[in-house]
Every structure is written in structure tokens, then in C-alpha cells.
């Protein structure tokens, strides 16, 4: 093994178990904290979600102000939105209460309210380690992670640009895992995020940043998901299916974000800030291609990976057993209608129109220098084509 060089972070509290969330005003109390303002979507409003976090708030005598004006993807201008309602009160935290999408709200409120300007002088390289007021997390669903990440991902509307926002500034103070939450996720966001976790545990694991720490956490993460996902997929209300891929998604969050993502989500950004695609499905448009493109990088790895999703049986070799990652993911597509981009509704012209532009920003993100294989512009042109044609090229 090479000489470890880790820098691990994650947050000061993660609260784990089924209706845990009832306990959110003695996490609050625990921090000194009583005057959250709740992030959140509409959604999560006009379904009565929130009332999941603000009941027993309010059962402590904590009346909280909620500011639901989100979006998925969340942007600049919401972010902004969002900052000027945090000046309106004397607010001493935030809570993300929700997906990612509002999760990163509330981070990058965190982050915009303590330096200003705009939120784009804040993204990679550059590094995020200022936070106005601690955000407590409450996913609900499964997963971005995003509860234990020291990520926040936001758009650039001027520049249709997905940032990656890095640094302790977008870490939460503490995080409150609670499965039953993701109940009434459909299956289409069970699949489309479930798959995101997926791909933030596998590329925790392949990345050149990977280390002792978030091996154990992806390891764990993979199979976790690999036994969990089709069921949670199929039977929306199955408790063990539910807490596998809420445990197996908060483990593959402090996996990539103590290690990295990289080039399926560097190329996946993109196709979110253009073509308006929910990130974990971008993300599963891409998995099986980016997977047979990388192996080469890092056999063993991906072998591995496969061996403990359940794709491959631990006798099969080393090639074998990357080999069935590849056409494991595909059948997973498959088998949780993840369309293409055509399906989806994007058309060819437009499509490889952006191609050059995605290849562009997928680079700068530097996301793919993390990839076991590091491609240059013109093979991330040719990666975005065979996503488009479904035709392996020839490696
Ligand atoms: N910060 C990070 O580390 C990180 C990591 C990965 C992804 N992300 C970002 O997170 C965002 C995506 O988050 P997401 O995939 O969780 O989606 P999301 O937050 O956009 O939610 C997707 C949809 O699911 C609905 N929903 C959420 N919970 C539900 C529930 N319990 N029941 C019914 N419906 C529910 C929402 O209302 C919304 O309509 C993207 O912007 C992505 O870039 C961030
Ligand atoms: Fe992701």
C-alpha cells in the first residue's frame, strides 16, 4: 500500500434510526441552538412532509420559520432568495430538510450568508470553509449523501453551469438519518437516487484520492445498495429495503466525500445544467459506458466493487468479475426503466451541439482527474457520443 495521505471530516453528529427525526429539537438542544429557519421544497409542504420536522419542533416550543422556495438543481438565484430570508430573522441555524436539493440550499445559504458576493466565487478549486450558521441535515431520500458531505451543488444561471462547492463551510453540523422519511419516495426518484449513491460509493472506491477510511464506508456502501436497491424500488414501504439504502447512502457520502467523485459525475453536472435530467438519473445514463471506459485504470478495484454489489461471485476473477459490473449495471438500468437520452426527450441536434461545451465543463470541475483513467476533451466527446448511440467504441 502507498504511504496514506487522508484528510477525513464528517459531521459532529449523525442521529440513525427509524423515526429518529422526532428527536429534532433535542438535537438542536444538544448545540445550544433555537431558532432554526427550516429549507425546504414546496413538495414537502403541499404533501404535509415537513410536518415530520416542524411537530415536534413545536412540541419543544420551538415555532420554526420555513422558507420552501427550493428547486431541483438548485440555483444562484434561489440561493440568494434564500440569503436575504436568513437576514430577515435572527436565525442561529439552519435545517435542510428534504433531498439534496434543498440539503445544498441550505448549505450554500450557510456559505453565501458568511462571505458574500456571489455564489460562483465559491466553487472548486476554490475552497468553501466559512459558514454563516451550522445546518442540520434530514435527508429524505436515499441518497445524495448530502447530509455528511462537505459538498453543495449549484447552478450558475448565467453560465447554465452546475458548480461543485467544496469545503468544510458546506459540511453539516449534524445529520439526522431517519429511513422512514423515504416511504413515499416513488420508485422513479428510488431508482434515480439509489443509483446515485451507488455511483458515489463506487467512485469513492476507484478514485485516486481513495483511502483506508472511505474503502470501508464504500465497501459496506455497495452492498448495502447492491441487496436493497431492486426492493426498495419494487415495495416502496419495505422497512429493511428503506434502512439498507438510507444506511447505504449515508456510508457512501462520507465515502466520496472524504476520497471524491469523478468522471461520472464530472460528466454528469453537465447534462444536469443543460438538459434539466434529475442528477441520479444523468448519473445512471452514464454509469454502464464510463464503467467499461475505466476499468482499464483500475481492475481490481472495479472487480471488487462487483464482487460486492452481487454482480460477480467472489471465485471469479479479476476480469471477469469487472466485466460483469459493466453488464450488471446495464441489466440494473434495465430492470428500473432508466431511459436514455432520447427517451428522456433530449434530440440528437441538441445533444451534440453541447457535447464540446460539456466536455468543457466537465474537466474544469476536475472531477475526472480523480478517474482511474483521466480522459482528455476528445474522449469525453466520444464517452458523451456512445451514451447517445447505446453502441460500445471500440476502447
Ligand atoms: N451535496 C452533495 O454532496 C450532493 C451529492 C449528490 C447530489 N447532490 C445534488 O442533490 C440534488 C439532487 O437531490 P435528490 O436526488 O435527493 O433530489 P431532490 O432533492 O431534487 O428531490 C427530487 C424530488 O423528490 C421529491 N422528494 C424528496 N423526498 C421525498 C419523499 N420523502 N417523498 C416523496 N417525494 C420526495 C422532491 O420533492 C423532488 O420533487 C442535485 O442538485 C445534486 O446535484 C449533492
Ligand atoms: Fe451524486
Redesign the pocket.
Same mark, same amino acid.
Given at each position: 500500500m502507498t504511504a496514506v495521505n487522508a484528510n477525513i471530516a464528517s459531521p459532529r453528529l449523525l442521529l440513525v434510526a427509524g423515526g429518529a427525526v422526532k428527536q429534532i429539537a433535542e438535537v438542536l438542544a444538544k448545540f445550544g441552538l433555537s431558532r432554526p429557519l427550516v429549507v425546504t421544497?414546496?413538495?414537502?409542504v403541499s404533501?404535509g412532509?415537513v410536518r415530520n420536522c416542524l411537530d415536534p419542533l413545536a412540541a419543544a416550543g420551538i415555532t420554526a420559520a420555513v422558507f420552501s422556495d427550493?428547486?431541483?438543481?438548485?440555483t444562484d438565484t434561489v440561493v440568494e432568495t434564500g440569503v436575504r430570508e436568513l437576514a430577515k430573522g435572527q436565525y442561529d441555524c439552519l435545517i435542510g430538510f428534504?433531498?439534496?436539493?434543498?440539503?445544498?440550499t441550505a448549505?450554500a445559504m450557510a456559505i453565501l450568508s458568511a462571505g458574500g458576493g456571489k455564489m460562483r466565487d465559491y466553487k472548486a478549486p476554490a475552497s468553501a470553509d466559512t459558514a454563516k450558521l451550522p445546518v442540520i441535515a434530514i435527508?429524505? %431520500?436515499a441518497?445524495?449523501?448530502?447530509e455528511c458531505?462537505?459538498? %453543495?451543488?449549484?447552478?450558475d444561471t448565467e453560465r447554465d453551469e452546475?458548480m461543485l462547492i467544496a469545503g468544510l463551510g458546506?459540511l453539516p453540523l449534524a445529520a439526522i438519518v431517519d429511513y422512514e422519511? %423515504?416511504?413515499?419516495?416513488?420508485p422513479r %426518484?428510488t431508482a434515480?437516487?439509489g443509483i446515485?449513491s451507488f455511483t458515489?460509493a463506487l467512485e469513492a472506491y476507484v478514485s485516486k484520492r481513495a483511502n483506508p477510511f472511505s474503502d470501508a464506508l464504500a465497501l459496506a456502501a455497495m452492498e448495502l445498495i447492491g441487496r436493497h436497491i431492486r426492493t426498495a424500488y419494487a415495495e416502496p414501504r419495505n422497512a429493511i429495503a428503506r434502512e439498507g439504502m438510507m444506511i447505504g447512502a449515508t456510508q457512501a457520502?462520507l465515502a466520496?466525500?472524504n476520497s471524491s467523485?469523478a468522471l461520472v459525475?464530472g460528466m454528469s453536472?453537465p447534462i444536469?445544467a443543460h438538459f434539466h435530467v434529475?442528477?441520479?438519473l444523468s448519473n445512471a445514463m452514464l454509469l454502464p459506458a464510463i464503467t467499461r471506459y475505466s476499468v482499464s485504470g483500475a481492475e481490481p478495484r472495479y472487480a471488487e466493487a462487483s464482487r460486492r454489489v452481487g454482480f460477480a461471485a467472489v471465485t471469479d476473477t479479476d476480469p471477469v468479475a469487472a466485466a460483469k459490473l459493466v453488464t450488471g449495471l446495464e441489466a440494473l438500468n434495465k430492470e428500473m426503466s432508466v431511459p436514455t437520452p432520447a427517451d428522456f426527450g433530449i434530440t440528437e441536434a441538441a445533444w451534440f451541439q453541447k457535447m464540446p461545451l460539456m466536455a468543457e465543463q466537465a474537466l474544469a470541475s476536475g472531477s475526472p482527474n480523480n478517474n482511474p483513467r483521466v480522459p482528455a476533451a476528445a474522449e469525453i466527446i466520444a464517452l458523451y457520443q456512445e451514451v447517445w448511440t447505446g453502441a460500445p467504441r471500440n476502447a
Open positions: 421544497d414546496p413538495f414537502m404533501s412532509l427550493t428547486v431541483p438543481d438548485p428534504g433531498g439534496g436539493s434543498p440539503i445544498d448549505k435527508p429524505t %431520500t441518497g445524495t449523501g448530502s458531505t462537505r459538498f %453543495t451543488v449549484i447552478t452546475k458546506a422519511l %423515504t416511504f413515499s419516495v416513488p %426518484t434515480d437516487t446515485d458515489h457520502g466520496f466525500s467523485v459525475h453536472r444536469g434529475p442528477h441520479g
